[in-house]
C-alpha cells in the first residue's frame, strides 16, 4: 500500500525555483508529522525540512534555510517544498517521509519513492 506520492522534480538551471509535492493517505496526514530528506550520489539521506510533531513549527537544514519552505494543503493531505535559488549541491533524490521527527532518517517510519531533482550549473 503506497502511503506517500512524490511529484514535482525534474531538470533546472541553477537559481531557478521547484516545488514539490507529496500526496499523503489521509491516516499518515492526520496521524503524523512529515517532512523531506535528500539523498545525492555517493552520500547519506539528509534531512532537508520538516514539521514539528506537534503546533505547526518547521525546521530547516542549515544548507536550505531560506531557499526552500516547506507548507502543506489539509484539504489535499499534500506536503510541498518549495525550492527556490537552487544550487547544483541540491541535486539528489528528494524523500517525502512521515512517522518520525528531527533529523535523524532513522526516526522515520514511512517513506515516499522518491523524486529526482538534477540542477545544472
Known amino acids: 500500500q503506497v502511503q506517500l506520492v512524490e511529484s514535482g522534480g525534474g531538470l533546472v538551471q541553477a537559481g531557478d525555483s521547484l516545488r514539490l509535492s507529496c500526496a499523503a493517505s489521509?491516516?499518515?496526514?492526520?496521524?503524523?508529522?512529515m517532512g523531506w530528506f535528500r539523498q545525492a550520489p555517493g552520500k547519506e539521506r539528509e534531512f532537508v525540512a520538516a514539521?514539528?510533531?506537534?503546533?505547526?513549527?518547521?525546521y530547516y537544514a542549515d544548507s536550505v534555510k531560506g531557499r526552500f519552505a516547506i507548507s502543506k494543503d489539509n484539504a489535499r493531505n499534500t506536503v510541498y517544498l518549495q525550492m527556490n535559488s537552487l544550487k547544483p549541491e541540491d541535486t539528489a533524490v528528494y524523500y517525502c517521509?512521515?512517522?518520525?521527527?528531527?533529523?535523524?532518517?532513522?526516526?522515520?517510519?514511512?517513506w515516499g519513492q522518491g523524486t529526482q531533482v538534477t540542477v545544472a550549473s
Open positions: 517521509v512521515a512517522g518520525g521527527s528531527g533529523s535523524d532518517p532513522a526516526g522515520y517510519d514511512v
Open positions: 489521509e491516516r499518515i496526514f492526520n496521524r503524523y508529522a
Open positions: 514539521f514539528a510533531w506537534r503546533g505547526g513549527a518547521t
